[in-house]
């Protein structure tokens, strides 16, 4: 029992750090425009293409650097030669591009590289078990992919709270209007950020593709968990997200790891069904193959129940 | 150094300003008065490129209508807006450097020099500015726009709200500021810092400039007064 729970955790972690480095590029990019970015999840996806071609040639490790460098960079220019003429037309068009950039992307990324799974594998030097407890080995690439999360994320929280780029990011997203009449280059700090945030985008496509499989449909497989937990965080907040991500990445590797089904589950509540029961489907339903639909299911409790998400700020 | 010819604004289809004139000399101060709503705010705003121009405006010679606000800022504009957007989650000592248009502080101000000046905003160094009482936030907006060394500064109705005691800091703030050589641009509706400070004072009213004069000729006209300015 104990050895599940220990690694059914620090899978979670490794998910929800994961998510997290989704999430947060994803609420920057947000709190500036006033819009979500759909086309969030095919940056991760580009990262994890660039990457596994980039591998093919230099190997792993030149991947990891020059892969998320190349998505930022095309961010970057999304950004300055896409969103900021469409910002012109309102929301709604926003949203409509970023649609439209996903849809293109996705078909981009099938035409160059075809629809079948790639086989970009992790470098052979973490190809170890970190450790073994109980019987159990922990990979050294999920333990690279915990570190290089936080390292980064450290980072960034460092930049942005102490540096004065940091400050000035942090007041541009709320006050734009003020800190260009202060004489700082708003319109290139916007730039920047989405930039960086669709690095990191790239960067989580980069150390998740070899664990989840590079295919054109992992944009939209990781994508719609991506936008439930910018919800649940509260849009806007990036200590939000970062709660909601290892929420939803510890919730679904529990899920996962427990082989509990439904009539245990209900037996738990004190209700006892017969086996004849016309809803008798629900029985063969255990706890694994329900994870998928947990983030959807606390999606719909959060927004019932605190409908700005669990550190979202009221419209003002 | 700062001429304005023919500035017209628009909101929308509202035609706000309809054609002002007026300027500012180096270390002027020159006061820009009128009753709610005839556009001064819109003025100034229209000056740092927040609001379309249509018209021209010169900054030392050069014409910068069109240009974007921080390109304005840059050529040594400052503007203090009147809603006193301070970034209420960033400390005191955060929004000052915000107000820097650089890493290093040069130029006729620093951090330190503000703190011993204004006591109140150095023992709140590390608090966030969103705490601060309404004087306070004042003082720290001039501040800030200060910290980017300015050679010209327009500040919109700093007075509004404050008490007696605070208006009268905000008004040694604005003799300090001109003693350094800063020409200020002072948005006022009541008359009473204006007249004691002023060099020159411009009177709107819908949108255009009515009246020019010294706080010495505005006080003897009686007729200006009761027209644009009395309530
Ligand atoms: N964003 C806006 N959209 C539409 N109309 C506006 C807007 N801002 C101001 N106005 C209008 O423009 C006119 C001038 O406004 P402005 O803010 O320049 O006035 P003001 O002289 O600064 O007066 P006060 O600050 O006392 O309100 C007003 O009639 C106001 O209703
Ligand atoms: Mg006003």
Known sequence: ?316 | MLEVNDLHAYYGKSHILQGVNFNVQEGEIVSLLGRNGVGRSTTVKTIMGEVAPVGSIKFKGEEIAGKNSFEIAHLGLGYVPENRDIFPTLTVQQNLVLGMKSNKSQGRWDIEEMFRMFPNLGERAEVNGGVLSGGEQQMLCMCRTLMGDPDIIMIDEPTEGLAPKIVEQVALLLQEIASRGVAILLVEQKLSIALKISHRLYVMGHGKVVYEGTPDSLLQADDVRAEWLEV
């Open chain 1, 1 to 316: 029992m104990l050895e599940i729970f220990i690694f059914a955790t620090l899978n979670g972690l490794v998910t929800g750090l994961l998510l997290f480095m989704l999430a947060s590029g994803l609420t920057l990019i947000f709190s500036m425009m006033g819009v979500l970015n759909f086309a969030h999840a095919s940056f991760y996806m580009l990262g994890a293409y660039f990457a596994y071609s980039v591998s093919l040639y230099f190997g792993f490790w030149m991947g990891l650097i020059f892969a998320p460098l190349i998505v930022g960079v095309l961010g970057a220019v999304v950004e300055r030669y896409g969103l900021r003429r469409v910002h012109q037309s309102g929301h709604v068009a926003e949203l409509v591009f970023t649609f439209g950039l996903a849809f293109l992307i996705e078909e981009a990324v099938q035409f160059f590289w075809g629809p079948d799974t790639k086989n970009y594998q992790a470098p052979d030097i973490l190809d170890f078990p970190l450790f073994t407890l109980f019987g159990q080995e922990f990979s050294a690439y999920r333990g690279f992919m915990i570190g290089i999360s936080l390292s980064i994320f450290i980072t960034l929280y460092h930049i942005l709270t102490r540096s004065r780029i940091g400050i000035i990011i942090q007041a541009a997203i709320t006050h734009p209007n003020t800190v260009a009449n202060l004489g700082h280059n708003v319109p290139l700090i916007f730039m920047g950020v989405f930039g960086v945030g669709t690095a990191l985008a790239g960067l989580a496509g980069v150390i998740a593709g070899p664990v989840l499989t590079t295919f054109p449909g992992m944009s939209i497989a990781l994508g719609s968990i991506v936008f439930v937990i910018v919800v649940i965080g509260g849009l806007g907040s990036l200590a939000g997200a970062f709660i909601a991500s290892l929420l939803i990445g510890l919730l679904q590797s529990y899920a996962i790891a427990s082989d509990v089904g439904m009539p245990e589950l209900l037996n738990l509540l004190g209700l006892e069904f017969e086996r004849s029961h016309p809803l008798n489907d629900l029985w063969t339903l255990n706890l694994p193959r329900i994870a998928p639909i947990l983030p959807f299911l606390l999606l719909v409790l959060v927004l019932i129940f605190r409908p700005t998400g669990l550190l979202g700020k009221r419209e003002e």
